[in-house]
């Protein structure tokens, strides 16, 4: 979820498309050859099987989801309640869907901020380190949730997932550069965190990938509020040993537009090879724009048809130099509008809000890049 910032007959969606400037569209030939886990949704609402069945059809590969800490832990001694989870895991899995989960948000009963990183002391390091580890036990290579469901297993309730798909990409924290999610903003006090989650996935899991929080490209906040996305990652980059830690730059390019956006990219690239990291992947885990007419008010929101040139143009870039930068994944953010979040929220979606699944222009350009279908 991003902070406070700044059916259709097919000669309907035929005009639709045209009008928005997708006469020649980059269709199936560009998501040829591209990872099956390329195109990433990041939803801000719950989701029903339908919602995935949707996603599968459209080519989408792998769903961001938040894991906030104090939800799962609200108290010191009360154990984890990975219900929540449990389900959004389970229907993903029955999809072939993979996960993405960011931990982040420290529990009232360690921080009164929930933005607090949770390395002042050993008892919030060690706390944290549990939770991380916890995590991986569960949802990770040989699992419990996946031994719960496996065939034989004789656990009553739950359904069978002859086919597990571990998570192995762990994502720490959100936007670790902006007040919003974490406060204060310290890229040394955010390397710590790095350092503890990697012992803690690695642990069970010594193959897992770690991507760093999603940076916001450029927040307009300064000092301890915020912080450009480059400097952060360059002064992360100075703490020693740090490379260790991590295997991926997580970026939140939200920009005026698609040129913007490249430059963004480009540049958080280049403190990658500045720093002798080519290695590093990279993970867009939000890129977005609105579909509302209120530019002037907020820069994100195009309106219907710059939602789908923006969309279109991003993505257009992002596949064409995908070995060169080392993109791994790319998040639209977000799959339904709703109202009530962020003040774009409301209109970023793939779909209008609601139960029913009204698509956007949006939608239809979206599954002429993914090579996917608008429909199950």
Known sequence: MRSPRTSFAVACVASLLACAGLASPLA?????????????????????????????AGRIGTIRV??????????????YNWSSLDEIVERAAQERLQILPFLYSTPRWLSRRPTKLPVSGAGQRNAWSAFVKAAVERYGP???????????????YVPVIPRPIPIRIWQIWNEANFFYFTFPVSPPQYAQLLKLSARAIHSVDPRAEIVTAGLFGEPTAKGSRGMPATEFLDRLYAVPGIKASFDGIGLHPYAVDAGELEEMTEAM??????????????????????????????????????QVRQLRDSYRYLISNRNRLNLKQVYWFSWKDVGGSCNFCDSVGLFRRGARFKPKPAWHAFVDLSGGRARP
Do not use: C, H, K
């Not at 040989?142 to 009553?156: H, I, K, N």
């Not at 280049?270 to 907020?298: C, H, K, M």
């Open 66 to 79: 938040p894991v906030p800490w104090g939800s799962v832990q609200p108290t010191r001694r009360g154990g």
């Open 28 to 56: 199936a030939p560009a998501a040829r050859g591209l990872p099956p886990d390329f195109f990433g949704i990041a939803p801000q609402t719950a989701l029903t099987q339908t919602d995935m069945e949707y996603m599968r």
């Open 269 to 306: 690239r280049e403190v990658a090879r500045a720093n002798r990291d080519p290695r590093a992947g990279l993970y867009l885990t939000e890129i977005g724009w609105g579909s509302q007419n209120n530019f002037n008010q907020v820069a994100f929101e195009q309106g219907i048809r710059g």
């Open 142 to 156: 040989g699992g419990d949730f996946w031994a719960e469901r496996a065939p034989g297993s004789g656990v009553q």
